[in-house]
């Protein structure tokens, strides 16, 4: 019989933390490597619904000190969209959103469920 040692932990977070706790583990299984500004800018641009246009963001960005100037946010925006993070649409691109497939939950209540196992094998 196989023993499996359990870690169970609880905690309550504020709508930022869960939505940045999301994009952590999506970066971290899909092996994507993010600098912080980087993740705090993704977060900003999913909690916030009136930064979804790129010149908002960039400014919201800069005045939360995520990002020194707006061509900064830019640059980061361009090789997240590169990534498969965000999308841009609309006119001139300039709507953004985070992509669909990451399934980010950022509305209502939210209780992260995740099970993770490792397994190791016994050696004879």
């Known amino acids: 019989m196989t023993q499996v040692n359990q870690v169970l932990k609880k905690c309550v977070m504020t709508k ?3 939505v940045k706790y999301q994009l952590l583990t999506y970066c971290f299984f899909n092996k994507l490597h993010l600098s912080d500004a980087e993740i705090e800018c993704l977060v900003l641009l999913a909690t916030d619904d009136n930064v979804n246009e790129l010149n908002v963001l960039c400014k ?4 939360m000190n995520i990002f020194k100037t707006p061509q900064s946010v830019r640059n980061s925006l361009n090789k997240l ?9 609309g006119k ?5 959103s985070i992509d669909d497939a990451i399934g ?3 509305d209502g209540n939210v209780l ?3 099970n993770f196992l490792s397994v190791e094998t016994n050696k004879s």
């Open 16 to 18: 930022w933390e869960v």
């Open 92 to 96: 001139n691109r300039k709507k953004l």
């Open 81 to 89: 969209e590169k990534k498969g993070i965000v999308t841009k649409k």
């Open 104 to 106: 980010v939950v950022k």
């Open 60 to 63: 919201k960005a800069c005045e």
């Open 112 to 114: 992260l469920n995740y």
